[in-house]
């Protein structure tokens, strides 16, 4: 009898040794083995269609990114790449010539300038030449009214018999003479202002001389000038309306610099002539052509993503493959993390950064991972399934959900202990110890920063990443 009393004992002493910790720690832990391994997978994918020239990997072969993987038939892409050079060439030979051409109208306008600044400084001079040509008239009109006193002062004497005819002849002559230069100089005076396009006469009497304050800006050959200059200065982008003065149009020109510098601005309106923007405007659509053809070259080298392990693979040489085409699939060996789906019961305690422990099935007993829950999926696996439950008509039975909670590996090292996407995981999470590290202690991640504006880049990335498997059927293994 004591035997079996202190064999009865020892059996209650092992057992509470052995169960009154786990009985504890089961206090404080929630366990769920409906939980698996799950990763990143990348589908490679060309960019551009051809025919597969070479497979340089197989299934199971291990990858670092920027690894070749399949190279397409580079031939067509390269004659593309020709073709684009040939146009740029061109284009260029075309920006060339309408930089000589816009040249050629600056020199014209120049000349054209000249000319206008020339017809108004002749207006200036045929002004001048009138003022000049009254007062010519005028010292003529004062001889003529001498030589008219002289006549008839003589023609009196000539009544007394002071006077020979041959002496009367002579101021006859004189007073002939005098009329005559008067009417020279009147019809050269009307002569300047017919020049002018003025009346010869002008009307109410008014001075010979007179004429309009702005007639060097409204003479037709000022006009004229105006309009060749700025027939010539349109086809070099300059444009002004017909109703400004020759004046205002010089002076809007010399605004066009601040300090006025023709040459300055010469150079402006020659890089900002219609012909020139239009021709450097092709040559940087054909570059752009060119700068595609050669990225469509580069993409026949179908390159790795990230690192991590082929699967998957459906192509081989001679094949004719499209643009994202699903050649292969490389699953990554560090980017992967837990599923666990606890039930709805369980998740009252969980929170983002608590400690968890991982068994796999895959090694037993003899390791034990470690992670730490990183978030909870918006949603339990029956409402993200393909076919959602519908308990609206009326045949409803109450079953407990599952919420599936990522957790990510700690300190994981792929090359000592790989895991393999798919694989049975027994996950326990320490809800009694201290949540640690970012948005610890929460269930929901805060927003992300704000993404960074767009900006225009060139890659060389051949491939078409996924998350196909981040992401799988809720309560379903990939």
């Not at 284009?91 to 000349?111: C, N």
């Not at 469509?296 to 690192?307: G, K, M, Q, R, W």
Request: charge should be neutral; hydrophobic fraction near 40%.
């Amino acid at each position: 009898m004591p035997w079996r009393w202190i064999a009865g004992g020892v059996v209650v002493l092992v057992i509470l040794i052995v169960g009154l910790p786990r009985l504890i720690r089961s206090w404080g832990t929630v366990s769920t083995d409906d939980a698996y391994v799950n990763g990143h997978v990348t589908i490679v994918a060309p960019r551009v269609g051809g025919q597969v020239q070479r497979v340089f990997v197989d299934d199971n072969n291990r990858v670092r990114k920027g690894d070749l993987l399949v190279q397409l038939d580079k031939q067509p892409y390269q004659v593309q790449v020709d073709i684009a050079q040939a146009a740029v060439t061109a284009a260029q030979a075309d920006l060339v010539t309408a930089q000589a051409e816009a040249r050629a109208l600056e020199g014209k306008m120049r000349s054209l300038r000249f000319n206008l600044e020339h017809a108004i400084e002749d207006v200036g001079n045929q002004i001048a030449l009138l003022r000049s040509k009254v007062a010519m008239l005028n010292s003529r009109k004062a001889t003529l009214t001498r030589a008219q006193s002289d006549y008839d002062r003589m023609d009196k004497a000539r009544n007394t018999g002071v006077l020979s005819a041959n002496e009367m002849a002579q101021w006859t002559e004189a007073l002939d003479v005098a009329k005559a230069q008067v009417e020279e100089a009147l019809q050269g005076v009307y002569q300047v202002r017919a020049a002018l396009g003025l009346a010869p006469i002008p009307e109410k009497g008014d001075d010979l001389t007179q004429v309009p304050p702005n007639l060097d800006q409204t003479f037709s050959s000022v006009r004229q000038a105006q309009a060749s200059l700025a027939q010539a200065a349109a086809q070099i982008g300059v444009t002004d309306s017909f109703n400004k003065t020759p004046k205002q149009m010089v002076a809007d020109f010399y605004k066009r610099d601040p300090e006025g510098d023709v040459d300055r601005i010469y150079n402006q309106l020659l890089k900002d002539a219609p012909a020139v923007k239009q021709a450097e405007s092709k040559v940087f659509q054909v570059q752009r052509n060119l700068d595609q053809a050669k990225l469509n070259l580069s993409y026949t080298d179908v390159v790795a993503e990230i690192d991590g392990v082929v699967t998957r693979r459906e192509v081989n040489p001679g094949n004719n493959v499209s643009a994202g085409q699903g050649l292969m699939a490389v699953r990554s060996l560090t980017e992967i993390w837990v599923d666990a789906n606890f039930k709805e019961t369980q998740l009252a305690k969980l929170r983002i950064g608590q400690p968890a422990e991982l068994d796999v099935d895959m090694y037993g007993s003899r390791q034990r991972f470690k992670g730490r829950i990183s978030g909870f999926t918006m949603g339990t696996g029956s409402t993200l399934a393909l076919l959602p439950a519908q308990n609206a008509t009326g045949n409803f039975v109450k079953v407990v959900q599952r919420l599936p909670v990522r957790i990510e590996l700690v300190d994981y090292d792929p090359d000592k202990t790989t895991l393999f996407t798919g694989l049975s995981v027994t996950a326990t999470v320490l809800a009694n110890e201290k949540a640690e590290g970012p948005d610890a202690g929460k269930i929901l991640q805060p927003y992300l920063p704000a993404a960074p504006r767009a900006t225009t880049t060139t890659t060389t990335t051949t491939t078409a990443p996924t998350t196909a498997a981040s992401e799988p059927v809720v309560g379903q293994r990939p």
